[in-house]
């Protein structure tokens, strides 16, 4: 696809994101999730921490592909989430990842496009899970990017963190063996209102909700 097409292309993705809940795909998909998240013996801690309506950010470690699936399996209501750009150049998996929830971020740059896809999503009411670390990261070491802390301040909404354990196990293991995982979510955190927000506002709103996410990390791994 022709750089100057692609980028239409993803602009209507965004905008269709804007616009448009996750249709009912999502939900049957969820429900054969659940099913096969058995599998894995996934054990689900603090989910009465996600709000059921209104404008919400969920803010989680992203150590494996399949995290959207252990995150969006429990949460009883439409979620939307980024997914690399690149996922997005097939027009059939394109339309698929849109139905599914996924609106587009172009990675290596600051998109400003995708964060005001994210806030327009939180402002009609929708929920939107950002991997601070951006894309998969095997540990939590690294500063997380602010976009989280940009959302949460421009729209005021509830920022509840999330620690996904033992997920990146399954690059080590293979598909078809599956090691026990843990998903915990943690009391929402409300970092306040400010639109603009400052720069260095966003970074701590971040910041603080990235040391509540690797805390959650650590607490899980210790319960075990």
């Not at 292309?9 to 659940?34: K, N």
């Not at 470690?61 to 009883?76: P, Q, T, W």
């Not at 399954?170 to 026990?180: A, M, W």
């Amino acid at each position: 696809m022709a750089p100057g097409r692609s980028d239409e292309h993803l602009d209507l993705l965004l905008e269709r994101a804007r616009q448009h809940p996750p249709g009912r795909l999502q939900g049957a998909v969820r429900t054969v999730a659940r099913l096969s998240a058995r599998l894995w013996r996934t054990r689900y801690e603090g989910l009465d921490h996600v709000p059921q309506a209104g404008g919400t950010l969920v803010a989680s470690n992203h150590g494996s592909y399949l995290d959207h699936f252990f995150l969006a399996c429990r949460i009883d209501r439409p979620v939307n989430f980024m997914a690399a750009a690149e996922l997005f150049s097939n027009p059939v998996a394109a339309r698929l990842l849109s139905a599914l929830g996924a609106f587009p971020v172009r990675r290596g740059a600051h998109d400003h496009a995708t964060i005001e896809t994210a806030q327009a999503i939180v402002e009609r009411g929708g929920l939107v899970v950002i991997y601070p670390q951006g894309g998969i990261r095997p540990s939590l070491e690294g500063r997380p990017r602010h976009g989280v802390g940009i959302v949460a301040l421009s729209t005021g909404a509830p920022v509840v963190p999330a620690a996904i354990v033992d997920a990146t196990s399954l690059h080590r293991t293979g598909f078809l063996r599956f090691p026990k995982v843990t998903v915990r979510f943690g009391e929402p955190l409300r970092p306040g209102r400010e639109d603009p927000p400052d720069q260095e506002d966003a970074e701590r709103a971040t910041d603080a909700v990235w040391r509540r996410v690797v805390e959650l990390f650590g607490a899980a791994t210790q319960r075990g």
